[in-house]
């Protein structure tokens, strides 16, 4: 393949490939249909064209049979008179007007197959015309959904990376945390409201305990208190052995322990 060949191939594709995406279904339908009127109204022309031929050979024709007959009627009246060679050019003259007739009537009779192969095209143009009208409004129809639907696909495609689209998404996400946020901050004033009602409900419970604490140490409403070292003892008390005590102090502190 040449330099050339390939370079002029090249650029139809590329020419094809432009008209084609410049293409308007809906102005194509409408050049359509009227191209197809405009070949209507040539065939008409021809048609009729055709008509007015088959009708002018026609007459010819009769004109042609009709001087035949009339110089066959001057050859008759010639030989009547004795003008045998005036007789003998009428008649040639006859001849000549029967196959000037014989001619035109082969002609008319192929005219007239050629009108009638034209009305048949007439009639089918005009019934596909009628047919491309009613469809083109179908198609239009048809072609204008098509790219509608086209350009809303393209526009959903396009959400995801447009600006607003974004924005949208962030303050979405935005207003999920402050929400989750706000959840948090309620379970942990619950949280603390609840540790403050539990220890104002565990008070009487530590009072109680202090106050039999308090009541034990003390054995009993009177307070004892005890002597100064250096103190004289009264009559009848006898002095208190530290053993004692001891024991008294660590019976006191298992008390404590278990409680």
């Known amino acids: 393949m040449g330099f ?8 139809r594709s590329n020419a094809n490939a432009v008209l084609g995406a410049a293409e308007d279904p809906s102005k194509i339908l409408d050049q359509s249909v009227a191209d197809m009127q405009a070949d209507l109204v040539k065939l008409r022309q021809a048609v009729a064209t055709a008509i007015a031929s088959q009708k002018r050979i026609g007459n010819q024709a009769e004109q042609a049979q009709e001087q035949s007959q009339t110089w066959y009627s001057r050859a008759e009246l010639a030989l009547q008179k004795g003008e045998e060679d005036l007789a003998r050019e009428a008649l040639a003259r006859r001849k000549t007007c029967q196959d000037t007739a014989l001619a035109l009537t082969g002609q008319l009779n192929s005219q007239a197959g050629q009108v009638e192969s034209l009305k048949k095209s007439l009639l089918a143009l005009e019934g596909k015309i009628s047919e491309a009208k009613t469809k083109k409004d179908m198609l239009k129809a048809r072609a204008q959904a098509a790219q509608a639907q086209v350009q809303l696909q393209s526009a ?55 106050a039999a604490m308090k009541q034990r140490l003390s054995g009993g409403s009177h307070q004892v208190s005890l002597p100064a070292a250096s103190a004289p003892l009264a009559d009848g008390v006898q002095k208190v052995k530290v053993s004692e005590v001891d024991m008294e102090l660590e019976a006191l502190k298992r008390s404590i322990s278990e409680n």
């Open 4 to 11: 050339f060949e390939r370079l002029s191939r090249l650029i």
């Open 156 to 210: 959903v495609g396009q959400l995801g990376t447009t600006g607003a689209m974004a924005a949208f998404e962030r303050m979405e996400e935005k207003v999920e945390m402050l929400e989750a946020s706000s959840a948090a901050a309620g379970e942990l004033a619950g949280a603390d409201l609840e540790s403050q009602f539990a220890a104002l409900e565990g008070a009487p419970e530590v009072d109680s305990e202090l």
